[in-house]
């Protein structure tokens, strides 16, 4: 299950993480969301504009939303620091964990988790009524790497808090007993490395994004005898064409002030963007160390970082 920890246990093709359901843009609401995954389906959305307009909530902050079986997966994710066992424990009979596959003591689904899943699935059934959804819970120690994955049955009358027992558990972290003893982070990694050179496939959360927003640029650039030069919604255009994604303007802009820019990766001249040394280098550590495309050694990377300094001295002048 992807959450913010990038855990996968289900490998889901995941779409949203910490992603809003609606985006308020001078008071009219769109739902990218929704787009996203109209065209993973190849079908149209029955949510009209007026549905958009009525349903639309700037409070439906959704943990993560996947695909997998032709099925929407919406989970949300809850922290618990009570432990019944643990996947960390070592036993002197191992036999205790075939029978013992409590990890919490039945904790709570309620408050604002609880009304935006609800809100989450009425949504997802009336724009896309012809294809499953499921609602889950991922509850997770804050310190541990021990989980409980639950499937959560949204009832028909709104309830204020769901109980999540043994009834309702679909996975936890004794089932991985023997993998996560061996490695505790073994669970919050990628099955294997990347075959793609953008970086498709990672999460698209904020640091998914970001690296998707370098991965486009580093990769054009590289080809390009000249400084490549950009704009705000060049990034996103690169994004729509690279991802199939529609980022708003404002998390674009978040990623290119708080991340890129602020360390050193992207440059600003003038109105435009521009990449830097440090952002070629940055790519193709990142290509090195997250996908099986990397076949450059030190002295490749040297000769990358050269050219984009004689780039850049040639179109700004300065460094």
């Known amino acids: 299950m992807a959450a913010a920890d990038h855990r996968n246990i289900e490998k889901l093709k995941v779409y949203g ?43 439906s902050l959704i943990d ?7 099925e929407i997966w919406i989970v949300q994710t809850l922290w618990e620091k009570r432990l ?37 699935e009425f949504i997802m059934r009336k724009a896309f009524p012809d294809v499953p959804v499921r609602t889950l819970c991922l509850v997770m120690h804050p310190e541990k790497p021990d989980f409980e994955l639950h499937h959560v049955a ?6 204020t808090e769901i ?17 996560i003893q061996q490695d505790h982070e073994s669970l919050w990694t990628m099955p294997e490395r990347l075959d793609d050179r953008l970086f498709r496939g990672l999460p698209p959360c904020r640091g998914g994004r970001t690296l998707g927003i370098l991965g486009s640029m580093a990769s054009r650039q590289l080809e390009s ?13 690169g994004l729509r064409e690279d991802f199939n994604l529609d980022v708003p303007r404002d998390k ?30 940055r790519y193709l550590y990142c290509l090195a160390k997250y996908t099986k495309q ?22 700004c002048g300065f460094v």
């Open 163 to 179: 109980v999540l027992g043994e009834e309702t558990v679909r996975k936890t972290s004794l089932m991985f007993e023997e993998q």
């Open 64 to 70: 993560v939303v996947g695909v997998r079986e032709d």
């Open 252 to 281: 674009v802009r978040h990623d290119l002030v708080d991340r890129l820019t602020g360390q050193g990766f992207i440059r600003k001249w003038e109105s435009f963007y521009h990449l830097t040394t440090r952002g070629i280098a």
């Open 225 to 237: 005898q000249e400084l490549l030069i950009w704009k705000e919604r060049h990034f996103m255009d």
């Open 84 to 120: 019944i066992d643990s996947a960390t424990t070592n036993r002197q009979f191992g036999i205790r964990s075939l029978f013992k596959m409590r990890v919490f003591n039945d904790p709570s689904l309620a408050g604002e988790s609880l009304a935006t899943l609800t809100r989450a």
């Open 294 to 315: 990397a076949n450059r050694g030190p002295m490749d990377v040297l000769d990358e970082c050269i050219k984009q300094r004689d780039r850049i001295l040639e179109k």
């Open 154 to 159: 949204i009832p028909k009358i709104p309830a």
């Open 17 to 59: 993480v910490h992603s809003l359901l609606w985006h308020q843009v001078k008071k009219v609401y769109a739902a990218p969301l929704i787009n996203q995954l109209s065209r993973v389906f190849k079908i149209d959305s029955q949510l009209s504009d007026g549905d958009l307009q009525r349903l639309g909530s700037d409070a």
